[in-house]
Structures are given as C-alpha cells and as structure tokens.
C-alpha cells in the first residue's frame, strides 16, 4: 500500500511541486493503517494478470469492471420549492428503500461501483452484493494538507488517526474495492509557494523548499534574484532561511520553479 506520508513528503524534493490523485486499492492482508488492533479478514480486490491483459479481481476471484458514479445520495434534506432539487424523502418512506431503488437503477444503467460522496452506510447496509464501494477519506483536507508542515509529527499522527478511523470501520466489507484519500488537492503552486514561505524556520516543509531553490539556483543568490524579488530585508540564503517571502520578478523564470 501506499503510505501517505511518505507519498507527501516526497512532493517537495522534485524541481516543482506536483498534484497527485492517489486512487488505492484496498487488500484486507495488507493493511496500512498503523496500529489496527487486527489484520482484516477481507482478501480485498487485486489486479491479476491473466494472459496479455491485467484484471480487477473481485476477493471471490471474479473478474470485476469497475464503471462508477459518484453522489449517490439522498440529496437535501431541506427542500426549497423557490430552488428546487432532488429530495429522495419526498418519493421514499425510508432511506432503506430509496439504497434499494438507487442501487437497483444503477445496476440497470450498467454501473457496478458507487464512488465518493454517496451515502455509503445506508447503502452498505442494503445489502447488495454486487455493487463495489470507494469512498472517500479526506485525509489531507482534514489534516490540513498541504497548507501546513507536511513534515509536523502533530500533522503525521491526525492524518493517520482520519485513516484508521474510517478504513478499520469498512476494510472487513468484500464490496470495499478501495479508497480516494482526498479530493482534487489544493496544489496550487503559486499559493503553495507562498504560505510554505510564510511558515516558521523550523517547519519541515518550508527548509525543505528552500533546499530545493538552493539547489535549483546552485546556492548563488543573484541567480535567484533575477527570477524572484525577496521581501524587504530579506538579503541572502541566511536570512531567507530564517524569514521572508519571495515575489515573481517580472521578466524572469520564477513561475517555472513555482510549478
């Protein structure tokens, strides 16, 4: 499996910082979530090779195409005729009939995954086997990612308890076919830049991008400066290590390290 940490803390040593959508398929004999009481007893789906193409293998070793929507929801609970919208109260009794009709229609439209944002517990509890669920964790957006010190233990351990909080809950379910970590991530490189630049001298994230413009202008501080206009009082690496922000110079080649 893929340990996100890990995957975070290698964004910033490339020559840019890059959006990544992790998508994991989620293997009950390998768990990564640290410190589950117990390995799960759900084999999970795989990816087999069989002859010249790879398949998605259900636990039951079925081969499995996955064709997902996602926003299977009873949609608002607050109907507001001036704005009209979906209401699943206003044509079901009960939630359990409205997972029973949803999944029904879904399965007749040819679909066989229900993706993020869907009301997955009543539609789990429907019990429909046939269906495959990926949810969504928002571990990033719920631990602060990547706006803050990607590297802060406080950061590590809140993103490791969003995990183990909801995967240990659903890891055991056959139709789990894995999990979205997050949604499209804020990698906004020109804001990204900036807050980490904003951070304390001691935040893990902010010396590791410095190191990396370090590397990129081979410690020389006027190469630097004719991509970038440093803050006022900001004069050379040491200072910069410690304070300060830097601007886009017109006319220079800033953006490229930026992306």
């Known amino acids: ?74 949609g608002t609970m ?6 009209p919208s979906y209401a699943a109260w206003q044509h079901y009794a009960d939630s359990n009939l409205w997972a029973k009709s949803a999944l029904k229609r879904l399965k007749t439209w040819g679909f066989t995954t229900v993706g993020g944002w869907s009301d997955f517990q009543v539609l789990r509890d429907c019990g429909d086997q046939d269906v495959a669920f990926a949810p969504v964790l928002h571990i990033g957006s719920t631990a602060g990612a990547p706006w803050w010190d990607m590297w802060d233990p406080k950061i590590i351990a809140r993103m490791d308890a969003v995990a183990r909080e909801q995967i240990v809950a659903l890891r055991d379910d056959p139709r789990l076919i894995g999990y979205y970590t997050d949604n499209e991530m804020g990698w906004w490189n020109a804001i990204l830049f900036k ?65």
């Open 78 to 83: 607050d109907f507001d005729p001036a704005n």
């Open 1 to 74: 499996m893929i340990d996100l940490r890990c995957a975070f803390r290698q964004l910033l040593t490339s020559a840019c910082f890059t959006a990544l959508g992790v998508f994991t398929l989620a293997p009950g004999s390998a768990p990564w979530v640290i410190g589950a009481e117990a390995l799960s007893t759900n084999l999970g789906f795989s990816i087999q090779q069989q002859g010249a193409s790879a398949w998605l293998v259900r636990p039951n070793g079925e081969r499995f195409f996955s064709l997902g929507v996602c926003c299977v929801n009873q």
């Open 195 to 259: 807050m980490t630049l904003e951070q304390a001298p001691t935040s893990g994230q902010r010396q590791r991008l410095i190191e990396l413009l370090r590397q990129t202008y081979r410690n020389d501080w006027p190469e630097l400066l004719r991509d970038f206009e440093p803050a006022p009082g900001v004069e050379n690496w040491e200072v910069l290590e410690q304070h300060g922000v830097l601007f886009l110079r017109p006319g220079g080649n800033g953006i490229r390290v930026e992306r």
